[in-house]
């Protein structure tokens, strides 16, 4: 049912490749819709408990289709129309979905929403991560890379700047000045480099990437409670924003509230019983 993507769903994993290999991947916005279109999906099937995302061919994503580039540098001042119209509006779509808007939501805008859904997201960064894609794969909860992994933020050399929430992301991952360095010379950083920066969570090699990702979520389902994973994906997220001394006391509310669900008593027990524990999924059936 997708053109520009595959969507494959193995128990307890959904992978997401992005399927336009000859473009390297580039973004579209039909792209983007079925993206979305994936990661609803997934976030709703209850044998999923974690997603993969990762390219076709050599390349994770090089960015948004130089197209759209061309038509939006065509379009010059045009490109900000408020009503989302013309070459800004082919932009909006090229992310997946439409302008949100919440202007002020901190979730609502096109990449961000990935840190809203349930489950983890693993981006297998098997190529280049250029453009839009660097603050995409930068939404996904980890990523997995091998030493042909390639990371450039392009926007400087396009004339353009740290767009898609990137100038929040970045910095929080390997540092403002590291992310100053990045932005602006728009160097490439690969493999082990990604790793020591930030970037990437662990290298393996490339006929490794896919059945790590994958076993890394299989021990996830076999071993730990999927509603605990979503309260705290959530909490790592939104605390990102309040003091030490409110995320202490929103963490004894949700703790309150996980003494009295079905996952504490089955961890517990599970335990005590020397067995593994039988979670419940997220998702209808």
Known sequence: MYEQIEYDVTDPVATITLNRPEALNAWTGAMGKEVDDALSRAASDRRVVGIVITGRGRAFCAGADMNTLDDLSSAG??????????????????????????QDGEFTGQFPFLLTIDKPIIAAVNGAVAGMAYPFSLCCDMRIGTP????????????????????????????????????????????????????LNEVVEPDELLPWCNEYITNLAQRCSPASIAVMKRQVYTELYVGLGAAERHAGQLMGESFGRPDFREGVTSFLEKRAPEFARIGDD
């Open 148 to 199: 042909n992994s390639l990371f450039l933020t392009a926007f400087a050399q396009r004339g353009l700047i740290a767009e898609w929430g990137l100038s929040f992301l970045l910095p929080r991952l390997v540092g403002p000045a590291v992310a100053l360095d990045l932005l602006m010379s728009s160097r490439r950083v690969t493999g082990e480099e990604a790793r020591s920066l930030g970037l």
């Open 77 to 102: 001042s045009g490109a900000s129309s408020e009503d989302g119209d013309g070459a800004s509006g082919d932009l909006i779509a090229a992310a997946g979905g439409q302008e949100p808007t919440d």
